[in-house]
């Protein structure tokens, strides 16, 4: 069955220094691949995603991401991490019912300390 | 801005109830999804719609069952709900078509089935 995989529960980084979320895939074809993230108590936000062309994405809030297809994986980037990015992110991809379903990733928390 | 609201942020039923969950978005999307949220399984598909008066079952549609008479209303219903009905609802819609749309995302209503 085509997944995304975390194999992260959680990241520990401390403010200022480089932060990677990593995701690998499992999908046929050229998939379409996504970040979320989930601050306490909130719905999923949009990141960032990859439909094709540069392998090195920029979205929201600094972040970036890049699709390896060698690897199958699309981490996710972020040069100098903040406390406020300390969240909840989810990988996913859209599958290929043409619905724009996502299947999601288990979930990485990353913990910023000061 | 673009916005999806969720009748409740937090519920508490009985065993055997009937639940209803609702959402609403503003932002006139042809495709409306309802989730459940667990630790450690990330988030997994319950039903979604891609039109008035349609629908399709996701990957756990077991127990539940959904309405969408009005584009902008999406409910997921509870028929008879039990304790490992308790989770976090999200609820998400996007447009349709050719392409990678994100989905947007309701602040979830974490239900409780005592």
């Known amino acids: 069955a085509q997944s995304v995989a975390q194999p992260e529960d959680q990241v520990n980084v401390a403010e200022g220094n480089p932060l990677t979320v990593k995701c690998t895939y499992s999908?046929?074809?050229?998939?379409?691949l996504f970040w979320y993230v989930q601050y306490p108590n909130r719905g999923l936000q949009f990141l960032l995603k990859?439909?094709?062309?540069?392998?090195l994405v920029k979205g929201s809030y600094g972040f970036e991401a890049e699709f390896n297809k060698s690897q199958t994986s699309f981490h996710l980037k972020k040069p100098s991490a903040l406390v406020s990015d300390s969240a909840l992110y989810f990988c996913?991809?859209?599958?290929?019912?043409?619905?724009?379903?996502?299947?999601f990733g288990t979930g990485t928390r990353l913990l910023v300390s000061p | 801005d673009v916005k999806v609201t969720q009748s409740s942020r937090y519920l508490v039923k009985r065993t055997g109830e009937k639940v209803f969950l609702e959402c609403v978005q503003d932002?006139?999307?042809?495709?409306m999804f309802w989730y459940r949220q667990d630790p450690g399984l990330g988030l997994r598909l319950i039903y979604f719609?891609?039109?008035?008066?349609?629908?399709e079952k996701g990957d756990i549609p077991e127990g539940y069952s959904v309405s969408r008479e009005k584009k902008e209303r999406f409910s997921l219903i509870l028929e008879s709900a039990s304790t490992n009905q308790t989770s976090m609802y999200l609820c998400?819609?996007?447009?349709?078509?050719?392409?990678?749309?994100?989905?947007?995302f309701g602040p979830g209503t974490r239900l409780t089935v005592t």
């Open positions: 998400a819609s996007s447009l349709v078509g050719q392409g990678a749309y994100e989905q947007y």
């Open positions: 999908v046929s074809g050229n998939p379409y």
């Open positions: 990859y439909i094709t062309g540069d392998n």
């Open positions: 996913a991809f859209e599958g290929t019912t043409g619905f724009q379903k996502l299947v």
């Open positions: 932002m006139d999307h042809e495709n």
């Open positions: 719609s891609y039109d008035v008066k349609m629908k």
